[in-house]
């Protein structure tokens, strides 16, 4: 009896972990050959199921095998679009801007799905024929997990065969090896590529019909399968087709075990798996040790030319300015504008600091994070355990969670930093969905509910205020508690910047922008490259704490979603749309993004679509961020006119701080009393 | 540069030099030249002279790299006496490269030590050998080009200069403010002739001028072993002959090791020549003696001469 429950379990593990294989060998290929990590191929898989649902309809009892047919190829075809509209001008780009790429276009996928076929999950049935169970030696098990397994293997040989005994195969290989090679051989090698991204966006396609038709279809399905399908293509090895079938056969029945024997730890268990993998093997089980070597030479992360056009005196009273303006901001509130107007700026500056965090890692040193959101996740949880379960104080909270976050960052950062590049991304996600997954585990951490009710004062030892308590007037201003609590932010985010603008002008910092020039060199200067990456990751963990603490004071609860890795993706748009390596640029980024998706999102239903285009264009066509526009424009201005100066010695007034001072207004205007989503 | 080897090298180093002059007849008597002697030789001389003055400053014994099935340097063992300016040569896939990546570690060996100074370094990480007076410059200039050519060469300042920082020094004091950093930036500066350039970006400098920052760099770790990847390929004559002169005039007194396809360069600025084919040291010796030898002329320069 135990024998069977175990052989269905096989099973079940079995059927998901076919459709896994078919959806990681799509990426792995596509990553293989294009070095592109492809989020979007979670929207694709999910795609492939909705436009089943859409094409079976009209065709009754023949409709899935219509569907199985037509969908991929839709499925396939907006992938060649994708790849021929957006991807393929970031080729030379470091792989990061695909990164970012796609996880703009998650934004827009998901969106459109919502609304053409809305929010709510969908029937979609296999057809009459492979439902019902069917015995086989006596034993009885559902005839469409068969059909899954067996159509889905025959799948995975027919890909292996394309790709190794065809001719389209071997160009396809070549050209991973050496595209200039193949495109001096006389093969349009681009055609390939957009052929192989539509090849894999099809086996996709297919995942999602065949999934979509045993477990239903519904908006999050794309959401929730990429980050597995992500840490079975980094545990088999990027870019092998070997090791996404293995990872995938694995992570599926290793998901279908857990979930029934030791239930503890489900969602878990492939996330450890993944990091113990990555740490004995760091390119993965079958993957190519020649694939690091080649990130290495990579083209490297396109930093904001910050004050192009500025002096520095100029640059340091705009910022002083700014600053002054911001502090001015509740005396206010009530009386020129909304109240709303202090909250909405509380928030921005809480992000501002995350992404300030940020890019003290990715800016500076290029180490791409995946997953800060667990460093601002585990410092606002920190910080509500220590005000509930050791004292209300707020100043201690906040000291607790920089130092709980802290020291989360240097275990991380010890156990991640020896991978590298793309790999490094993959595992700071893999820790933070680990996290993610376990404050659901805790009675301590509140589940799913996450943890409220705290009441912080202002002191020490029992000694202190409390901000709602008090009101300071003067005359006819009168600041409220959520303005002193404001100032408070303020306080800590621009003691934030000095800290790392200080840090950055100081030889540690410079030793972090030569590891980010080239991480070679600097060790061949005779730097150990490691330990500064170490240290400049806790420090940005540490960071990342003060304002998931800050986020927990003024909002009073946490939730598991604090660590999710949309937020962590969130926090990366922001540091590239204010344009990373300049430190005020991601905290400009942040102004924009929140205040935009603040006044969007009250307005327009769909905020993610008009958010997700604007970021991919963002990252097409201005990836220096918003911080190098003047400078960029100004450049090209010279260049129309034939005129001789550069953008780094045109010395033109204006300038990108200017800009920055315009977006700080537009945020202090948007006084609508929406609700803040985030 | 001749002469400059000879009044700098030590008793040993002379030992060798005659063994060496012999020529052809070498590889009986040379350590060194023979690769199955010397593993044996070496172990030896490791124990003894490692806390005494080794007169090599550079010293590989039994060096091996296999890649799979390929070896690419196999059971290597050269010693570059101090002051030495030693060329090592050899057909394309010869092992050259790899032999630097050896030595400077950034790879590691399958077999085989690594001696600087007669200090056992096959252990030792990339950044300690530096600190070891190890410095290397690339076949493809990899100078931080994002950065302003001053900075480049604070920061090779920076890196031998600042090891005794404190921490809050390191992480809170302006990098202007070192006095010593800033004097030694400027001065190799001045030596390599780019202090008008030194605020711009390094990007923006031509192919030559950025060789010369190579070259900076490499000077302001204050190096005793030097190790040139092909310093003038893709130069004209004139520009050879120039980057020539100025390393020349600004590593003198270092001992260097230079990889060049270029046989009448490496022919003229060598105290000695190594040739290496097919991953094994063929020869070693004075110019003239590899000249006149007939298993290089053979397998290098009546081969595939590039």
Redesign the interface.
């Known amino acids: 009896m135990a024998g069977a429950a175990l052989a269905e379990q096989l099973l079940n593990g079995l059927t998901i972990g076919v459709v896994y294989v078919l959806i990681a060998a799509g990426l792995s290929i596509i990553f293989g050959v294009m070095d592109v990590i492809n989020f979007v191929h979670g929207e694709l898989f999910a795609l492939g199921a909705y436009f089943a649902f859409a094409l079976a309809a009209p065709f009754g009892g023949a409709g899935f095998w219509v569907a199985l047919v037509v969908s991929p190829l839709l499925v396939g075809a907006i992938g060649m679009a994708i790849e021929r509209l957006t991807i393929r001008p970031l080729y030379d780009r470091n792989p990061l801007y695909h990164i970012l790429l796609t996880f703009g276009l998650v934004l827009v996928v998901a969106d459109l799905v919502t609304i053409v076929w809305g929010r709510q999950g969908l029937p979609f049935s296999p057809p009459p024929a492979l439902s019902g169970p069917i015995s086989i030696f006596g034993f009885t098990y559902a005839t469409y997990n068969y059909f899954i397994v067996g159509s889905g293997a025959l799948l995975a040989l027919l890909a292996w065969y394309v790709l190794t005994r065809t001719r389209f195969g071997l160009i396809v290989r070549a050209g991973a090896q050496d595209r200039e090679m193949v495109r001096d051989l006389g093969i349009d090698i681009d055609r390939y590529y957009t052929l192989v991204f539509g090849f894999g966006a099809a086996l996709a396609g297919i995942a999602g019909v065949v999934l979509g038709a045993y477990q239903g279809i519904d908006p999050s399905m794309g959401s929730s399968v990429i980050i597995p399908a992500f840490v079975i293509v980094v545990l088999g090895g990027l870019g092998s087709f070997r090791g996404a079938v293995v990872g995938g056969l694995g992570v599926g029945i290793l998901q279908s075990l857990t979930r029934v024997y030791v239930p503890f730890f489900e969602g878990l268990v492939i996330y450890l798996l993944m990091i113990a993998v990555l740490l004995v093997r760091p390119t993965g089980l079958f993957g190519d040790p020649e694939w690091n070597a080649d990130a290495e030479t990579d083209a ?1 992360l396109l ?1 904001g030319r910050a004050g192009g056009l500025l002096d520095a005196r100029t640059r340091y009273r705009l910022g002083a300015a700014c600053v002054a303006l911001l502090a001015l901001v509740p005396l206010g509130a009530g009386r020129l504008y909304s109240p709303f107007v202090v909250t909405l700026l509380t928030d921005v500056l809480i992000w501002a600091l995350f992404a300030l965090s940020l890019d003290f890692v990715m800016g500076y040193a290029g180490l791409v994070s995946l997953g800060h959101a667990m460093f601002y996740g585990i410092g606002a949880y920190a910080a509500v355990l220590s005000l509930l379960h050791v004292d209300g104080s707020a100043p201690l909270a906040l000291v607790v969670a920089v130092a709980v976050a802290a020291a989360l960052a240097w275990v991380v950062g010890y156990l991640s930093i020896r991978v590298s590049g793309v790999y490094f991304a993959m595992i700071t996600l893999a820790f933070a969905q680990l996290l993610y997954n376990l404050v659901f585990k805790f009675d301590f951490t509140g589940g799913s509910d996450g943890l409220f009710g705290v009441d912080p004062y202002y002191g020490l030892g029992g000694v202190g205020v409390r901000l709602q308590e008090i009101q300071v007037g003067l005359g006819a201003v009168q600041i409220t508690g959520d303005g002193l609590f404001y100032y408070v932010v303020l306080a800590c985010v621009v003691g934030g910047y000095l800290l790392a603008r ?2 950055m ?4 910092g ?2 972090l ?2 590891i ?3 991480e ?10 490691t330990t500064y990456k170490r240290r400049a990751f806790v420090a940005s963990g540490a960071l990342a704490g003060l304002s998931g603490g800050l986020f927990a004071l003024g909002e009073g609860f946490v939730a598991p979603s604090l660590l999710y890795w949309l937020r962590s993706g969130e926090v990366i748009v922001m540091t590239v749309l204010g344009g990373m390596g300049t430190l005020y640029g991601p905290m400009v980024g942040a102004g924009v993004y929140v205040t935009f998706a603040d006044l969007v999102s009250s307005d327009v239903a769909y905020w993610r679509l008009v958010l997700g285009s604007v970021f991919v264009l963002f990252v097409v066509f201005v990836p220096r961020g918003l911080v190098s526009l003047p400078a960029t424009l100004v450049s090209t201005l010279d260049r129309g006119r034939g005129g001789p100066g550069s953008a ?1 010695d045109a010395r033109a007034d204006g300038g990108s701080l200017a800009r920055t001072e315009g977006d700080e207004d537009e945020e202090k205007e948007s006084g609508s009393a929406s609700e803040a989503t985030r | 540069m001749k002469p400059r080897a000879a009044s700098i090298v030590t008793d040993g180093g002379v030992d060798a030099e005659t063994n060496i002059d012999a020529g052809t007849d070498r590889a009986d008597e040379t350590p060194g030249a023979d690769n199955t002697a010397v593993v044996g030789e070496g172990e030896t001389s490791a124990e003894t002279q490692s806390d005494t003055a080794d007169p090599d400053a550079l010293r590989t014994e039994g060096l091996t790299r296999r890649f799979g099935e390929l070896v690419a340097v196999d059971d290597l063992s050269i010693a570059i006496p101090r002051g030495e300016f030693r060329s090592l040569i050899g057909p394309n896939g010869a092992g050259k490269t790899t032999t630097f990546d050896l030595i ?1 570690g ?1 790879l590691s060996p399958s077999a085989g030590r690594v001696f600087l100074d007669g200090q056992d370094v096959t252990a030792l ?4 050998r ?2 070891r007076g190890l ?2 410059s ?1 076949q493809i200039t ?6 302003s050519v001053r ?1 480049n060469v ?3 300042a ?3 200069l ?1 090891t005794e ?1 404190r921490p809050h ?7 202007a403010s ?1 006095e010593p950093m800033t004097e030694r930036t400027t001065a190799v500066l001045d030596r390599v002739e780019l202090r008008e350039r030194a605020d711009e ?1 390094a990007r ?1 400098l031509a192919y030559g001028d950025r060789r010369r920052l190579e070259l900076a ?1 490499v000077l ?2 204050d190096p005793q072993v030097v190790l040139l990847d092909e310093p003038t390929a893709g130069m004209s004559a004139e520009e050879t002959r120039a980057t020539m002169a100025l390393i020349d005039d600004v590593l003198a007194d270092c001992t260097i090791l230079l990889v060049e396809h270029d046989i009448d360069l490496v022919m003229d600025v060598s105290d000695r020549i190594t040739v290496l084919h097919q991953g094994r040291e063929l020869a070693t010796g004075s110019p003239e003696a590899i000249a006149g030898d007939e298993s290089v002329q053979e397998a290098y320069l009546g081969g595939v001469r590039e």
């Open positions: 490297g930093v200080r840090v002008g100081a030889p540690f410079s030793v922008r030569a980010r020039e080239s070679t060199r600097t060790s061949f200067i005779g730097y150990d490259v780094t | 400077t950034a990480p990339v950044a300690d530096v600190h410095a290397r690339f990899t100078v931080f080009g994002g950065l900075e604070r920061l090779a920076q890196s031998v600042g920082l020094e390191s992480l809170f004091r302006s990098t070192f970006p923006a760099i302001a770790t």
